[in-house]
């Protein structure tokens, strides 16, 4: 039954790769704030270079107790907020700084909106019916 809905169906197919390529993608970048979190953690200040992203997921992923016993907090902030400062990470590394939206969110989006046209255009040809002829 599956195998005939995506045969005839590409478009659906095609979503459900897509999905399920999201549901792989979004682990894969859920630690990326882990060594920020650890090295401010060590040291109450960064002394590598972190992209913006690192800074971000880290500032959204810190832990409860590295919150209130540290001012990790407030030095991810300062090198969010203040890229061009002084010290070692002035929060400049290679952030993508591209969409607030992750990619695969906008690969999902890309292919709804693919979908739809299709499904439409369909929906258009099958009311219209077969050409007729002379």
């Not at 002394?47 to 959204?60: C, E, F, G, P, R």
């Not at 590295?66 to 001012?71: A, G, R, S």
């Not at 030095?75 to 010290?87: L, M, R, Y």
Request: include cysteine; glycine fraction near 12%.
């Amino acid at each position: 039954m599956c195998t005939k809905i995506f045969r005839s169906h590409p478009v659906v197919a095609l979503l459900a790769a897509g999905v399920a390529c999201l549901a792989f993608a979004g682990p894969a970048s859920a630690g990326i704030g882990a060594p920020v979190i650890a090295d401010c953690d060590a040291h109450d200040s960064l002394t590598h270079q972190y992209s913006l992203a690192q800074l971000k997921n880290a500032l959204a992923t810190l832990p409860a107790d590295v919150q209130e016993y540290t001012n990790c907090e407030q030095v991810i902030e300062k090198a969010i907020t203040n890229p061009g400062g002084p010290g070692k990470n002035n929060g400049a590394g290679s952030g993508s700084g591209g969409s607030f939206l992750p990619t695969p969110v906008i690969v999902v989006l890309a292919l709804l909106i693919l979908a739809a046209v299709t499904f439409g255009a369909l929906s258009v040809r099958r009311r219209r019916g077969p050409p007729s002829g002379p």
